[in-house]
């Protein structure tokens, strides 16, 4: 048996949209374009990338919901396109968003429905829909139906659903997605818990200290391919012998990221709405002192705070993903 719960080797997926209506043109976007990592029996895996990056597809392909265009991936050693049923079974996938579930039907309701939907044996059905309710902080607030339910309780909600048969391996896509920080935080034990219970747990955030706290390791993919794979202290040694300046500006003009990108030193340049101000972190080469620069180049801005700190996971994001991490290139074929 395969020591890994999750392989993907050289995995592939493009997709083909037709736009333009008198003169049809095919688009083809290449989402994933050859990724290859695994994941081991009972490891807390992090998935993470910029919007577009390609990770809801990789996860799609992996829980069998897409075909791969090219490449393979094998779950608890079964073939997600071969073996989709073995797959099936033994996995849970989890969404962050409000579709999916029955808003008229109270939160136990929705669960018995899934229970019989995924084949839990009806003896089975009571005590484990009890034991989810209790896992997800839910116990109590059963009878209510779903409409009523804030959206960190959906979420909970969900979790407890993608549970119900017990799967090896779950597949978690944005879940703390919406909720507030402390019912982030409940959501994050919870899904600790589940990895020191032995489950498999793959997980998408785009939130770094969620990552940090919670991963064993993680992959960053960009534009559709690995750019790095390891535990958040190896990830961190990406932004190793960085500075990073921290400048809160009211009101910065369109092109500034740009501007202060093509400073001389300057390796990255991330901008942060927060409340009426603007937050730009610029990340340097050590040996650069950019922070004059950039005060020279926000000219005219009015400016809050200015400080300068050591990098954090989120700076060796910024470091990974930052120059070409956009969206995966398009190319264009005739209709
Ligand atoms: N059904 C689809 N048809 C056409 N293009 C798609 C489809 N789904 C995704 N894409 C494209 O594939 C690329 C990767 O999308 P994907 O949803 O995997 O990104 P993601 O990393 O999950 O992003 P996010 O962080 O925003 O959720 C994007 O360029 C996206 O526009
Ligand atoms: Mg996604």
């Not at 029955?102 to 034991?131: C, T, W």
Request: proline share 4%.
């Amino acid at each position: 048996m395969s020591d890994y719960a999750i392989e993907a080797d050289g995995l592939r997926r493009s997709y083909r949209s037709r736009t333009g209506w008198l003169r049809p043109q095919t688009t083809v976007v290449d989402a994933v374009r050859g990724v290859t990592f695994a994941v081991g029996r009972g490891e807390l895996f992090g998935l993470l990338g910029p919007n577009g990056a390609g990770k809801t597809t990789t996860i799609k392909m992996l829980n069998t919901l897409l075909i791969p265009t090219a490449g393979t991936a094998r779950v608890l050693g079964h073939d997600v396109v071969r073996e989709t049923r073995e797959v099936r079974k033994r996995i849970g996938y989890v969404f962050g968003g409000d579709r999916g579930l029955y808003e008229r039907l109270s939160a136990l309701d929705n669960l018995r429905y899934f229970a019989e939907l995924y084949g839990v044996p009806a003896r089975e059905q009571k005590a484990r829909i009890g034991e989810l309710l209790e896992l997800v902080g839910l116990t109590g607030r059963e009878g209510e139906r779903v409409e009523g339910y804030s959206r960190g309780m959906r979420q909970r909600l969900h979790i407890a659903r993608g549970l119900l048969h017990r799967p090896e391996v779950l597949f978690l896509d944005e879940p703390s997605i919406g909720v507030d920080p402390v019912a982030a935080r409940d959501l994050r034990k919870t899904v600790a818990d589940l990895a020191a219970g032995g489950t498999t747990v793959l997980l998408t955030t785009h939130y770094m200290a969620e990552a940090d706290e919670l991963c064993d390791r993680i992959a960053v993919i960009a534009g559709g391919e690995l750019r790095a794979l390891g535990t958040p202290t190896e990830l961190k040694r990406h932004a190793d012998g960085r500075r990073v300046v921290e400048v809160e500006a009211y009101g910065v003009a369109p092109g500034t990221v740009e501007l202060l990108q093509a400073l001389p030193g300057v390796r990255g340049v991330q901008i942060e709405e927060s409340g009426a101000a603007q937050l730009l972190t610029v990340q340097s080469e050590s040996d650069v002192d950019v922070q004059s620069d950039v005060l020279a180049a926000l000219n005219g801005v009015r400016l809050g705070r200015v400080s300068a700190r050591q990098p954090t996971l989120e700076d060796a994001y910024v470091a990974i993903v930052s120059g070409d991490g956009g969206p995966a290139r398009e190319s264009l074929v005739a209709a």
